[in-house]
């Protein structure tokens, strides 16, 4: 395997995983309550080649990273519009949940519209 192929093979892989996952765990539904953890996370990635030219030896990759819960985001089924979401931090507040309960309080109005819209879409659908 040359050096590029190795490097292109391990880019590859990394974004693999952070598109995969996203920031955004699998819903959880418990009792009229769907809840949707939110983690935070952090890679490094290097990779290396050294070989003569003669043998083409040599080769070499790396990464690690690490994943942290942030907060919980708290849909009640129950309570219609704005007001049943929730967002609880998991951790002592720090810059990362300011942002998250920033980000919440301009998107979840949105997906709430767009949950809806949906929901309404599939209604008519099987009134028909």
Do not use: W
Not at 49 to 56: H, I, N, P, Q
Not at 62 to 73: C, D, E, N, Y
Not at 90 to 107: D, F, H, L, M, Q
Request: glycine residues 16%; contains cysteine; hydrophobic residues 35%.
């Amino acid at each position: 395997m040359s050096a590029e192929e190795l490097f292109e093979k391990s880019l590859s892989e990394v974004d693999r995983l952070i598109h995969e996952g996203s920031i955004l765990g699998e819903p959880v539904e418990v009792n009229g309550c769907t809840i949707v953890p939110v983690f935070g996370y952090g890679f490094g990635f290097g990779a290396g080649f050294k070989g003569s030219d003669k043998t083409c030896q040599g080769g070499g990759a790396g990464a690690g990273g690490g994943l942290s819960p942030v907060a919980l985001v708290l849909i009640d089924k129950d309570v219609k519009g704005i007001e049943g979401i929730r967002v609880v931090p998991v951790r002592k507040p720090g810059p990362v949940t300011e942002a998250i309960n920033a980000i919440g309080e301009e998107i979840l109005p949105k997906v709430v519209g767009m949950v809806k819209k949906i929901e309404e879409s599939e209604e008519e659908k099987e009134e028909k």
